[in-house]
Structures are given as structure tokens and as C-alpha cells.
């Protein structure tokens, strides 16, 4: 037998970071929360407390590893636009976590005037389509980034809305079933991709469109 062994379980380093609006308005930051998203497949983990009154906040015991940052509970009229840790931008890069030490500090911005998508979706008989899922996705090589990525279904007269979008280039899709994130599947979009209704959203801006649904 063996006795007296001690495992001491190391904890992770603690993150602290601010959350910001790009004007340092005085936008209704309480719904705000930041999570670190895994890189590779595994919980979520929990995401930070309510902020501080200054927007600042603390992620304790932070496992090592790869993660994205996402932030929710955005106010209207603003989107996640840019996230530093210490000199590095890391919300398309993502984010590398060490045992030793704390990096930081992670500092998250919000931008203002986001834009706003609206439409419909009609089958192919040209009747609205209800309970279609519409996703809004960046090009192909961005579409890991949580933040650029929008889906909403829409309601019984085939109408859909989408606001907090970042400004930029988009593609549109509209299907009757899909699994959430089933568009990083390159097999399953290949048939689909020339289909999607290419959009500009620009800061403020309000687009409206009209989708067909999409099948095989």
C-alpha cells in the first residue's frame, strides 16, 4: 500500500480584462458577459460575473489551452469588434493560455453603429416560408469566428430579422432543417455556396432581402 501521498492539483492563472464601448459611451453594459471558447472540443467552462461598474472583470483557474474569446448580452446597436490580450489581437487569432504565469490584460471592445438584416423567405411554390433557418456566415475562412456567424428562423409569414452585425461581407442561406454549425462542413455547404445571397452590411445600415429556400 501507499500512504501518505499528496496531489496537489495546480490551478490555471486568472484573467482579468475591461469591456469597453469604442466611443466610451455610457451603453448598458449589465447583460455583458465574456466566455473563453475552447479551441478544441470540450465544456465551455463558465462565463465571467456580472462586470464591474468600469466594464472590468476576472475569469478565475483559466484551464491551459487554445481558446476564443465571445462575449454576450451586447446591447443594441453594437458589436464585438475587437479583443487584445497584453499587445496581441486575439479575436481572430484566438488566444493561448499557459500554465505559468497571467498574461493580459484582455481588453474587449464594442463597436457602435452595427448593422441590421431583415427579409424574407419564400419556398418554391413563392409562399413564405415558416420555421426556415436563415444563417448569415463571412467567407469561408472566417466562419469559425462565432461573432461574424448569425442565425435566426424565421416566423409564420416567413419573415426573419438580424441586427448586431459587424460590418463587412456576407453570404445568406436560408434551409427548412440544419444542425447548428453544420455550415464549417465543407461537403455539405460545396452544393450550396454559389446559392447564398451575397450582402454588404455597413455601419447603421439596414438590408433587406429575399431568400429562396435551398435544396439538394
Known sequence: DVEDVVITIAKGPTITGRVRTEDDTTADLSKVRVFLRPAEPRPMGRPTPELKEDGSFSIENVAPGEYRVRVSGVPAGYYLKSATLGDNEVLE???????AGAPGPLEIVLGRCAGQVDGV????QQQPAAGASVVLLPEPEKRK???LVKSVSTDQNGHFSMDGIPPGEYKLFAWGEMEWGQWQDQDFMKPFESRGEEITVRENSRESVRLKLLAE
Do not use: K
Open 93 to 99: 487569432a484566438g488566444l493561448t493560455i499557459e500554465q
Open 145 to 147: 469566428l462565432e461573432h
Open 121 to 124: 423567405v419564400l419556398d418554391e
